[in-house]
């Protein structure tokens, strides 16, 4: 009896292995090692930016080809970053002194100047019936008088203003009353010593300018070539054109009150049709005694 009860015994330990309870314990424990794998695997998919990542025989099957070295792969990433962060670098490269940028404010072009004529109405009812200005020795003012607003000045630049007065043609004329007309007498006299007359504000900003009213009411006209007083010597009977220009301060080393304006990128030149004139050493048409009573 003690011996069945040994061989019982021996055979319950020799066959514990393939035991309800020892299939059962080794079903569970088969079941979490599946269960802590998926976890795993699940958590490298959630961390791979590639996808799930498996040995090598897996990454073949599915044509894919692990990277042979891990550095390498660090690197990569670290290139990726940086791509997509270099906008910000192109950003600022287009900021660099080689760079199309905005024009600064003490560039601006001189396209953008503006010069207004003020007193236009005046000045086209005169040319209407022919404007005729007086000149004398002793110089005069001319009426209407030269007023003009500017506009589109760089508000920290420097500008000189200045005016002169040009001839329309080379032509000479004089005045037939039985016709009421002026009509051409001949070529134009020999030219007469340029004169360009300087506002006195100048030198100013175009943030002054712009402020004001640019008048040129001081301005004087003679018929003597030997003048020293710095008006401006026209001939009678010749039409002639008035000028405004705006010449920054870069522009003005040849600025000269006995040169002609300088020329260049930096000069601006403005005139009107409505303010062309004939000048006379006394009015000629009846129509204009009106001026005279005006002055």
């Not at 044509?63 to 791509?83: I, R, Y």
């Not at 712009?210 to 030997?226: G, P």
Request: charged share 25%.
């Amino acid at each position: 009896m003690s011996e069945r009860r040994r061989s019982a015994v021996a055979l319950s330990s020799r066959a514990h292995a393939f035991s309800v309870e020892a299939l059962i314990g080794s079903n569970k424990k088969r079941k979490l090692r599946d269960w802590e794998e998926k976890g795993l695997d699940l958590s490298m998919e959630a961390l791979s930016p590639a996808g799930p990542l498996g040995d090598a025989e897996d990454a073949g099957a599915h044509g894919l080809e692990p990277h042979p070295d891990s550095e390498q792969s660090t690197g990569s990433d670290s290139e990726v970053l940086t791509e997509r962060t270099s906008c910000s670098f192109d950003t600022h490269a287009d900021l660099g002194p080689g760079a199309a940028g905005p024009v600064p404010a003490a560039m601006s072009s001189m396209e953008e100047i503006q010069v207004e004529l003020q007193c236009a109405d005046l000045w086209k009812r005169f040319h209407d019936i022919g404007t005729e200005m007086i000149i004398t020795k002793a110089g005069r003012r001319m009426f209407p008088a030269m007023r003009v607003k500017i506009t589109g000045l760089d508000p920290h630049q420097q500008y000189y203003i200045a005016m002169d007065i040009v001839p329309v043609d080379n032509k000479r004329y004089r005045y037939v009353y039985h016709s009421s007309k002026w009509m051409v007498a001949g070529n134009a006299d020999s030219p007469v010593p340029p004169r360009v007359y300087i506002h006195p504000d100048s030198l100013a900003s175009g943030d002054t300018w712009m402020r004001q009213v640019v008048s040129f009411d001081k301005l004087k006209l003679t018929n003597n070539e030997l003048d020293d007083q710095g008006h401006i010597i026209l001939h009678s009977m010749h039409k002639y054109q008035p000028r405004v220009h705006v010449i920054r301060k870069d522009f003005s080393s040849d600025l000269s009150p006995t040169k002609p304006v300088p020329v260049g990128d930096g000069v601006k030149t403005f005139n009107f049709p409505e303010t062309v004139f004939t000048t006379v050493t006394a009015y000629q048409k009846p129509t204009q005694h009106c001026k005279a009573i005006i002055l």
